[in-house]
């Protein structure tokens, strides 16, 4: 089959990604085959292409947001068949979708609906399951006593998501940051009641608005630098939800509040083998509460269309989701 691949870490500058002939993907017995239909490019898949290289004589094929069709089921698969519609995310530690099949555990799939079309169904996984998990611990929602939330890069996918399942799931007032005047408004679209530029005083800002503190920080982008600051806005005993939170970062001013600090990696179910399942349970609820974000919609799984989406993906300002169609 086709895949678009590559075989040493390197830089957009100097992008090596070819579409070449690779083997069918082995199947496990949880495994159903998916013929990839459409693709969400993300940051992260970007931030890989820059740090992992194949083994001598291998090659990587990066891609973990997809939706398409099933066309081959494993022994143990259960609850779907071929000709099946489905979303899912794949695991980091096999080969990604970036390719005309891909192999995937039932487990992290989810069947779309008919109306949804496959470029917007691929692009709701990664940044549904992500706010999902790192906003609502448990199945019962929110940390009690959370009135006020700030979400950090409201206009990203992630951030997205997150805003539409903070006004679908809670009562939350939902506060966004962004810089730019379509980030503006796009937050606005995607639910926020109030949108902040996190490049000036936010403190300052949220005063004015009438916001004496923040209860529970969701931040998507640029976590470690901003620590200071949003130590600053959050109450006593309050919350930190991050999914980029990195290296050596100071969480002193965090813990002088004792705030409780929530991580988020979508792939942790797969890597560990904890409750797999919830995650394809968390996509078939997330349909429920969100609506599409593509923004950008690019044709064909080559190497220019890919080259575009990972420029997109680099360049920080990107708004809701680029998809490829196949």
């Not at 919609?297 to 890919?306: I, K, P, Q, R, S």
Request: proline content about 4%; aromatic content about 4%; hydrophobic content about 45%.
């Amino acid at each position: 089959m086709k895949a678009l691949a590559y075989e040493k870490a390197h830089p957009l500058k100097a992008f090596a990604l070819e579409l070449m002939d690779v083997d069918e993907p082995q199947m496990r017995e949880n495994d159903l085959l998916i013929e990839v239909r459409a693709v969400g490019v993300n940051p992260g898949e970007a931030a890989i292409r820059q740090m992992r290289s194949a083994p001598p004589g291998g090659r990587v094929i990066l891609g973990w947001e997809f939706a398409g069709v099933v066309v081959g089921t494993g022994p143990a698969a259960q609850g779907f068949s071929i000709g099946d519609r489905v979303m899912g995310t794949g695991d980091v530690m096999r080969d990604g979708c970036w390719a005309e099949r891909l192999a995937v555990d039932y487990r992290v799939v989810a069947r779309i609906p008919d109306q949804l079309s496959f470029a917007d169904a691929a692009s709701l996984p990664v940044g549904g399951v992500t706010a999902w998990e790192a906003l609502f611990r448990d199945q019962s929602g929110l940390p009690a006593g959370v009135e006020n939330v700030l979400v950090v890069g409201g206009a990203g996918g992630v951030g997205s998501m997150a805003t539409q399942l903070l006004k679908s799931r809670t009562s939350a007032r939902v506060i966004s940051t962004a810089s730019r005047s379509e980030s503006r408004e796009w937050c606005t679209a995607m639910g926020a009641d109030l949108v902040i530029d996190h490049t000036k005083d936010v403190a300052g800002q949220l005063r004015a608005a009438g916001v004496d503190q923040i209860d529970l920080v969701f931040s998507a982008k640029g976590t470690a630098d901003n620590i200071g600051w949003i130590a600053g806005v959050l109450r006593p005993f309050g919350h930190v939800a991050t999914t980029d939170l990195t290296g050596a970062t100071d969480i002193e001013p965090l813990i002088q509040k004792s705030v409780s600090l929530h991580t988020e990696m979508i792939f942790s179910r797969v890597i560990t083998g904890h409750d797999v399942h919830r995650q394809g349970q968390i996509l078939s609820e997330l349909l429920d509460h969100v609506r599409p974000i593509v923004t950008t919609e690019l044709h064909g799984l080559t190497v220019d269309a890919m080259r575009e989406a990972h420029s997109l993906a680099e360049s920080g300002r990107t708004i809701g989701k680029t998809v490829i169609t196949a």
